[in-house]
Each structure stands twice: as C-alpha cells, then as structure tokens.
C-alpha cells in the first residue's frame, strides 16, 4: 500500500491472479482499520498543501503523470491486463484513455471558476456586489471496480486532484496493481505526499470504515447497485456519487444500416467478455430485420476468437473469476429453461464462457432485467417503436441506451422518451469519451463523471457578499 507517500505492508499478504488461469502475478497486503484511519490521516494532513496551491500547479502535476503514463504505456497495459484478464489489446487502449483522462483534468484546473451574481436584479441587493467561488470538499475516498482498474480510478483521482482534495483510492482487491502504480507516477510528478493514498483490502474490511470516517468528506464509488445503496444509507450527509451498471438496450428501427450496426453491436456487447457497466445486453430488433440481423449478429459473435489475455490475437478472454462465469452459466440456463432460444455460445471452459447470443427471451428472467456483466446479449422483436421504448424503460437501471435509425424525428422521439443518464443515435451505448458527461439515473447511481463533471461534485461553491 502506500500512505503518506511511503510503501506500507501488513502481515496478511494477497497474492493478485490472472483470471484466465489462477497464475500469481502479484502480491499485495491486506488492510485493516489502523491502515484507513492512516490513509484518512495522511490526506487530511496533505489537504492544506493541496489547497493552497495555484491552479497551474496542480495542472503542471497532472500533466507530467500523463506524460509519464504515456511513457510507460507497455508496462501499464500489461499490469491491466495481468490483474483483470482483459486481452492485452483492450488494455492498450484503457491506458490511453487513462493517460487521456489526465490531461482533461489537468486542463480542468484551470477552468475552476465561479460567477458573478447580479445582485441589483432585487431591490434589495442594491450597492452590493457578489460571486461565488469553489472550493475543495477535502479528503476524497474513491473506490474503484476491477473492469477498468486504471481509466476508472484516473476518472476519480484526476478530477479530485486537480480541485486541490486529497484521495484515499481502494481498488478492488483483485485488480490492485495498476493503482498502486500510478501512485508512484503521481509521486514522480511532484504530488505531495499523503495527496494520494493507495489501501488494498476486500471491501468489506474496510469499505465501511472509509463511509464512516469524520474526516472522509466525500465518497465516489464505482460497483454493484447492492454496494453503492449501502454507501447511499451510510454515509449521511457526507457527499456520494455512485455509478452502479445498467442493463444497457439498443433498438434497433427497421431502416438501421446493419452494416455498421451489427459490428457495434458485437463489439458492444462482447468487449471485456460483457464486464462493462454500458455493455450491450438488450437488443430490440424491428420485426421485419429481425431474421437478417440475427443472422448478421451470429456470423459477427463466432468470428471472435477466444484466448490468452496476453496473446494479441484475442479478443474474447475470462471473466474476472471462475464464479462469475459459472453464475453467467446459470443465467444463461434459467433463460433458455423459459423459452429463450441460445443461437450461438454459452460454453464455459474454467472463467472463460463463449460469447452468446440468445433470441425470445423472457423479460422475467435475469438476464433481461439485472446486470448481466458478462458475455451473452438478448435479442428480441418488436412491432412498433413505442413498444420498444417502453420495454427499454421497463428497467430499473438507467445508464446509457442507443438507437439505430436514419429517421432524425424516431430518433429524438426515442431520446426524449427513454429514461437514461445518456442516449446514443447511431451508436450502441457502451460508446463513451472520457471527457462527457457520464451517470445514470433509477438504480445506475447518482452524480456525473467525466472531469468537468466530477470536479462539480468534489467542490463546494461559496458566495462572497460584499457592501459598497
């Protein structure tokens, strides 16, 4: 771990798998209450350094670390790719997205501003001016999921950091390594120590003990919706944002160019082996393509190959754990158990499950209406675009959803009516730049990220009011 810019062991070490197959590719420690309460310590301590200093400062340190990841790039994808199985190539591109997310933040900084209130718009504020400025919240826990271990925790880390907070980031615990590397880069770049505190652990040892702490003033939790409603009810009136998956649905209108449609959607859909918070999980497919999209989706899925995170080749590889793909094999039976047909896919070899494609699916069955977080997609026919909006709303989760049509009135018809944190046109919905506005609305959390939008949630504004 490090705290207060120092490496910290403890006597229970965690070794640190390869999902695909259990090799040890690390070891880190677990912690305890005495290695939160140091964390929170060692931020509070770094948070007046951290304020005091100017906007350009903060910025200039957010841009080494981008420089540095860059420069470090390799070795970065690598540790991604060794902690949380993702094929090497996806890697690659997380941590140019990470490196990315850095230098939006770093400009952030700068953009720090208030405004000016009119004050003599009322009677009453006549010969007296006003503005409001932000100020930072102070210590920021940040815990991050095992799916994006490095681009998520920049998502947080940058935005806190570049509004002058201090961070006490707890990564999942079986995708530690990446996070307590980029410790080390912010270190090089000239971070303070104690601005950035890495603690590694189970979240039930210690989640609970960062929610609680007095001098924790914020927590930005990325995970499960059971998770992230337990940090909602304990943390008072501390500040949350929670970003908590979704079931994410496409529909697809009967004049969709599948040509560019379909690959999307397989890529949508089976990225990560399906572990994405806005993976494509529900496709609704107008009646009349139904058949040739089926048939362009099934000849998409088994061109995939399946392999070695490490191999260049692969693009489909195992999930994070030899458990979740065998839930995802029992999901998988309970819905053809109902009637839904399996098109293609469904084999589990140990945590690697085929991507599969399944048609008719019940939407009472989980795979239609809870986070499915791995390799399967559902298609289903409909007969009239409100009839598929309606089944897309018919969610508890609100994340992101897409539609494809050529028809601009559908199409904002369809963006007005779905009940989502963002709509895509053209476009599937696990799309996402780092700079947008990203949340949900329903069970996919509360609050927006992306730089600009987190450092809204990490900062205070405060009037200033003063008589001529």
Not at 239 to 257: F, K, P, Q, W
Not at 273 to 295: A, E, M
């Amino acid at each position: 771990m490090i705290i207060g810019g120092q490496p910290v062991k403890t006597a229970a070490p965690m070794p640190v798998a390869l999902p695909y197959d259990g090799e040890t590719v690390a070891t880190v420690f677990r912690a305890g209450k005495p290695e939160v309460d140091a964390a929170v310590s060692a931020a509070a301590a770094a948070f007046p350094a951290m304020r005091a200093m100017t906007r350009e400062e903060r910025s200039a340190i957010l841009r080494r670390a981008h420089q540095l990841l860059l420069e470090r790039r390799d070795a970065f994808a690598s540790a991604v790719t060794n902690e949380c199985g993702k094929p090497i190539r996806e890697a690659r591109v997380e941590v140019e997205r990470a490196a990315g997310t850095l230098l939006f933040s770093s400009e952030e900084a700068h953009r720090l501003t208030g405004e000016v209130i009119p004050m003599d718009a009322s009677p009453a504020g006549k010969g007296r001016w006003a503005m409001t400025i932000r100020e930072p919240l102070g210590v920021i826990a940040a815990i991050t999921p095992f799916n994006f271990p490095l681009n998520l925790a920049m998502h947080k880390i940058g935005p806190a950091l570049a509004a002058g907070n201090t961070v006490v980031h707890k990564p999942a615990s079986t995708t530690p390594v990446s996070g307590i590397m980029m410790a080390g880069i912010f270190a090089e770049s000239g971070l303070p120590p104690g601005a950035l505190n890495v603690i590694t652990g189970p979240g039930g040892d210690i989640g609970d003990a960062l929610v609680f702490h007095p001098d924790v003033k914020m927590i930005t939790f990325t995970g499960s919706a059971e998770v992230g409603l337990r940090i909602r009810n304990l943390a008072g009136l501390k500040r949350v944002t929670l970003e908590l998956g979704s079931n994410s649905a496409v529909i697809m209108e009967d004049d969709a160019n599948l040509e560019e449609a379909v690959p999307r959607c397989v890529a949508g859909s089976f990225a990560h082996s399906g572990q994405v918070c806005i993976s494509v999980q529900r496709i609704y497919v107008h009646r009349k393509i139904r058949d040739r999209f089926l048939d362009q989706m099934i000849e998409g899925t088994r061109k995939l190959t399946i392999g070695h995170p490490r191999d260049n080749a692969t693009d489909i590889s195992s999930l994070i754990t030899e458990a979740e793909a065998e839930r995802v094999e029992d999901w998988l039976a309970e819905a053809v158990s109902a009637g839904a047909r399996l098109l293609t896919g469904g084999a589990r070899k140990r945590a690697t499950v085929e991507p599969a494609v399944l048609a008719d699916v019940p939407d009472t069955v989980r795979i239609s209406c809870r986070e499915a977080f791995g390799p399967l997609v559902s298609v289903n026919a409909y007969d009239s675009l409100e009839e598929a909006i309606d089944r897309v709303n018919a969610s508890d989760y609100g994340l992101q959803a897409g539609i494809y049509t050529r028809d601009l009135e559908k199409a904002f018809r369809a963006a007005e009516r779905v009940h989502v944190g963002g709509f895509m046109i053209n476009e599937v919905p696990q799309y996402r730049v780092d700079q947008m506005p990203y949340g949900g609305v329903k069970l996919s959390g509360t609050g927006r990220e992306g730089p600009r939008y987190a450092i809204e949630e990490m900062t205070e504004p405060k009037l200033i009011c003063w008589k001529a």
